[in-house]
């Protein structure tokens, strides 16, 4: 190993992450975290799962048509369907990579696929060679790598490189692995497999020990050049290896680790707010690098220490993830020119000069009710846009809380064009308006998770809100902000229903990956 080796950062919050139970993303979400990856310098964004949805076929197209300098990467089951729809999302991308993936643990293979080894490799060899005819780079994972037999995992390993794939990934899918456990067996495969020159080794761990970052840096001592990730950690069940931690570590460990990434750390906080804000996965206070704590200090010895010297008790700098000391940028003596290049800075993006013309107006209309504007303000500001094609727009709200009374809301909302009003009660100002919304709209939804939080500090901090609501088997998350609590509920309220509204053919996720 030399000093200049490069650790490949795969980032999967698009795929992986979109399948943490609640954290379903649109379109045009997605598109705004692959633009935030890109600019964060993500060698590979796997995009999606092609043959899922239509909607995942349609955003990985979509991202593979805009992206220009990530390579994107759609995740293929090994069968041929899979591989040529995955092909199709990708065919005008600029980077591509199919992503094939089977199983090859004894439990899987005689439980889920029921397929002998032999069927196993096989299949296996024949998806490397259709996506290899398909896409220029192609990337293979044994799907429980971690619970499968040795030496039958250098044999597949070994005649799928000879296939064509230049990528081979260890997956840990049900994250049961030790880190010295994981990274021994990495380099254990390096040593055995006859033709592991002619491939880049890659790790993904999932979380449900805790151990996924230690897994993937482990791997990273042992060998592996890849290592699949998502931004906060985000995946199905307990989640991935968190993308923030693996580069910071690395970064910081230089005595350690004797490669490096691309990554510009500088927009790690602006990709973790978007992505927490879109989801509606609120990141813990607590939580290294882009934790709200994890740069603050209490203790009064602690606070001795940092102001004789930083490097008492800070191993990195806030500056180095994006912090700023004081980010209250904005105010309402603000013009259009400090909004526009704020939102740049923070990798905001507006479809149109009318859309901007919107945000503008909203930003003043705030900034009269805040004498701080902060960059999360702006971020949130961002992601309430009402656009014009919205089927269903607040006009106007009146909440009335009464202590001897139960509360009363009257909602006046724009419906396709034609104004109405309902008014009822409820156990709460929220329930009350969520109840005249629903005298309006019929749609039958269920409400699953309710959630508040401040996006800064203060009395006259916005509230952020998120809902998740089911329509059938449809999981939808609708986001709001305001200075007003209420306000900010029915925002997020109406946005998951126009979000219904704008995707009545959304099909359920019944398909999971690696």
Do not use: W
């Amino acid at each position: 190993m030399t000093g200049t080796d490069k650790l490949i950062i795969f980032d999967t919050t698009l795929r992986d992450g979109e399948q943490s139970p609640g954290a379903s993303m649109d379109i045009q979400e997605k598109i705004q975290i692959a633009n935030a990856l890109n600019d964060l310098n993500v060698d590979v964004i796997e995009a999606g799962f092609p043959i899922a949805s239509k909607g995942d076929f349609t955003a990985v197209k979509e991202i593979a048509d805009s992206i220009k300098t990530s390579r994107i990467c759609a995740l293929a089951r090994a069968l041929e369907k899979d591989i040529l729809r995955a092909a199709d999302a990708l065919k005008n991308a600029k980077l591509s990579r199919i992503h094939t993936f089977i199983a090859t643990s004894p439990i899987h293979m005689e439980m889920k696929l029921k397929m002998t080894p032999e069927q196993v490799i096989k299949n296996a060899v024949n998806a490397v060679n259709i996506a290899k005819d398909n896409a220029e780079d192609v990337e293979f994972s044994p799907e429980d790598a971690g619970r499968s037999d040795f030496n039958f995992l250098c044999e597949i390993i070994e005649q799928v490189i000879n296939a064509g794939a230049t990528t081979i990934n260890i997956p840990d899918t049900v994250g049961y692995n030790m880190p010295h456990q994981f990274g021994e067996l990495i380099e254990k495969i390096i040593s055995n497999v006859p033709n592991a020159s002619n491939a880049i080794f890659s790790v993904h761990c999932h979380n449900d020990l805790g151990l996924a970052v230690s897994n993937s840096l482990s791997s990273v001592l042992h060998g592996a050049r890849q290592v699949e990730c998502t931004i906060n950690g985000l995946g199905e069940r307990a989640g991935n290896a968190a993308l923030e931690e693996i580069v910071m570590t690395v970064k910081t460990r230089r005595d350690i680790f004797s490669c490096d990434t691309r990554i510009n750390t500088k927009k790690i906080m602006n990709c973790s707010r978007l992505v927490s804000s879109i989801t509606g996965f609120p990141v813990q206070p607590n939580k290294a690098i882009v934790g709200k704590n994890a740069f603050a200090h209490e203790s009064g010895i602690h606070q001795d220490g940092i102001i004789k010297s930083r490097e008492t008790y800070e191993i990195m700098r806030a500056e180095d993830i994006g912090l700023v000391s004081n980010s209250l940028v904005l105010g309402k003596h603000s013009g259009r020119n400090a909004l526009k290049q704020k939102m740049e800075q923070l990798n905001l993006q507006y479809e149109s000069e009318e859309s901007f013309n919107d945000l503008f107006s909203r930003f003043k209309e705030l900034a009269d009710k805040k004498h701080e504007i902060y960059d999360e303000d702006i971020i949130q500001l961002s992601n309430n846009v009402q656009l014009s094609g919205d089927d269903i727009q607040l006009i106007s709200m009146t909440v009335v809380c009464d202590s001897s009374k139960k509360p009363h809301a009257k909602i006046t909302l724009d419906i396709k064009g034609k104004e109405l009003t309902s008014s009822a009660e409820g156990d709460g100002a929220v329930d009350a308006a969520f109840n005249a919304i629903n005298n309006l709209i019929d749609l039958n939804i269920d409400l699953k998770l309710y959630s508040v939080n401040n996006i800064t500090s203060g009395t006259d901090a916005q509230g952020e809100v998120t809902v998740r609501v089911l329509k059938g088997e449809v999981i939808v998350n609708g986001h709001g902000a305001d200075t007003d609590i209420v306000k900010a509920s029915v925002l997020a309220y109406l946005n998951a229903i126009n979000k219904i509204y704008h995707n009545p053919n959304l099909e359920s996720k019944k398909l999971s990956g690696i």
